[in-house]
């Protein structure tokens, strides 16, 4: 009875390390740099952990796989015998990842072809991503920048993140800049620091968000340096990628809770992967053990068409079918937005069940969780916003050209169309297919 209050009064990250590293001493597991100078690389190093399956097996083994590394602390999460355990799906290799799927992709989210500088990625009006590192405490095997990640000779250099930070403070349009990677976490305090500093020099930059899974992988990392810096540069949001429920542990939820006692809105990024968190109630506990942690859902991700993540892809359905058991069921505040993020940079689109059935002039037919359907009584009465009285149509600022459907609805504009679609429709010509013989082309063109 006495030891086991004594092991409950150990604050969390000085609790002893579990099998098989129960003969590191307690202040080295709790120190991050013995964490991530002890990562787990290699069958080698895994099989002293877990018990490998011949799938794994020749993946870790085979050359021109994504890379692998893993945290002593996030490898003590998997189950050494289950080969489906979804900690351990996340982050060790099978040779599915090896098999290519159709319409995979390098750059699914085109993020290259719209960086104005390299490692900045410009694609809403008002907002940036800004790729910092390469690096991560540990890699997803699904990482929708495998491209670039991991891979230690391709870094950024102090030269990139003023190309990014000049790139920022000549555009007055940007309000929100999203510092990702890689895992900014894993940069050296006095490079944060430096990027944080910057940054809110820039006046037009009113918030600064950081995207991180270091809270999951490394949370011996959330230390008081670090969240002392961290504070300095408020308004500052968090995001972090949580996908499942066994990750929040003692010591993860220590991390988050300083996070959150330092004032830092917390949001948590979720991606939807098979095998691992498709299934309504898995969710249903992530999302409820995320808010009872300060931790607001704030995006649930359909799996990305990126090469090495085919086996992790579900339906659409299964996220809609996810969807449709979070909403109404429980607290609004736990129920993310489910989103793809589009092939080509078409950017983040929300998906979600229908709610609306039908409606008239006077009337909106919705239906809500347990299929009761209403009508809402539309008003007969509504005198309209007049943009005129309102200082704040008076004094909105272009999107420069990125108004979208918005501009429809306030008359901005009548129509937006494909590309060439009014030549299209002159029709002055046979329509030619791209794959046409150059010599039925040339007969067209005689
Ligand atoms: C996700 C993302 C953002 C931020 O989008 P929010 O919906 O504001 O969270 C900004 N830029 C890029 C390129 C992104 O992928």
């Known amino acids: ?33 013995w964490q991530v100078g002890h990562r787990l690389n290699s069958a080698e190093d895994l099989a002293q952990v877990i018990h490998l399956t011949p799938s794994e097996q020749s993946a870790l083994d085979a050359s021109g796989c994504f890379r692998t590394a893993i945290t002593p602390y996030f490898a003590s999460l998997m189950d050494p015998d289950d080969p489906n355990c979804s900690i351990r799906r996340q982050v060790i290799p099978t040779d599915k990842e090896l098999v290519p799927f159709q319409a995979e992709m390098d750059d699914s989210l085109a ?57 920022i403070a000549a555009n007055p349009q940007v309000r929100d800049v999203l510092i990702s990677g890689g895992d ?45 810096i961290l504070k300095r540069y408020h308004p500052l949001w968090m995001n972090i990628h949580i996908n499942h429920p066994k990750e929040l542990t003692p010591e993860s939820e220590a991390a988050i809770a300083k996070l959150a006692d330092a004032g830092i809105p917390l949001g948590s990024q979720t991606v939807l992967l098979a095998g691992i968190n498709d299934c309504p109630n898995v969710m249903m506990a992530l999302v409820h053990k995320l808010v009872k942690n300060r931790v607001r859902p704030y995006y649930l991700y359909q799996c990305d068409l990126v090469h090495g993540a085919g086996h992790f892809r579900t339906p659409v359905a299964k996220g809609i079918e996810i969807m449709e058991a979070l909403r109404g069921h429980t607290s609004g505040f736990a129920i993310p937005t489910y989103v793809i993020d589009a092939p080509s940079g078409g950017g983040k689109i929300p998906i979600l069940p229908n709610y609306m059935l039908s409606m008239s002039d006077s009337r909106v037919v919705v239906r809500n969780f347990e299929g009761f359907v209403s009508a809402y009584t539309q008003p007969t009465d509504y005198q309209a916003h007049d943009p005129a009285t309102c200082v704040h149509c008076q004094t909105h600022q272009s999107e420069g050209g990125q108004e979208g459907v918005a501009s429809l609805l306030n008359g901005e504009r009548l129509v937006i169309a494909p590309q060439d679609w009014e030549q299209l429709h002159r029709r002055e010509q046979p329509f030619i297919a791209v794959s046409s013989a150059p010599k039925q082309a040339e007969e067209v063109s005689r």
């Open 184 to 228: 900014p976490l894993m940069l050296s305090l006095k490079v944060l620091e430096r990027l944080l500093e910057q940054l809110r020099a820039i006046p037009h930059v009113e918030v600064i968000r950081i995207g991180t899974r270091v809270p999951i992988f490394l949370p011996q990392r959330i230390d008081d340096e670090l969240v002392d």
């Open 111 to 167: 993020e290259d072809s719209q960086s104005p500088v390299p490692g900045l990625v410009h694609r809403y009006p008002d907002r940036v991503l800004m790729l910092v590192t390469t690096q991560c405490a540990s890699y997803c095997r699904y990482c929708t920048r495998s491209r670039v990640v991991g891979n230690a000779h391709a870094q950024f250099s102090n030269a990139d993140y003023q190309r990014q930070i000049a790139y």
């Open 1 to 33: 009875m006495e030891s086991i209050n004594k092991e409950c009064e150990e604050p969390p990250g000085k609790a002893k390390p579990p099998h098989p590293w129960a003969h590191v001493p307690v202040e080295q597991w709790a120190d991050w740099r």
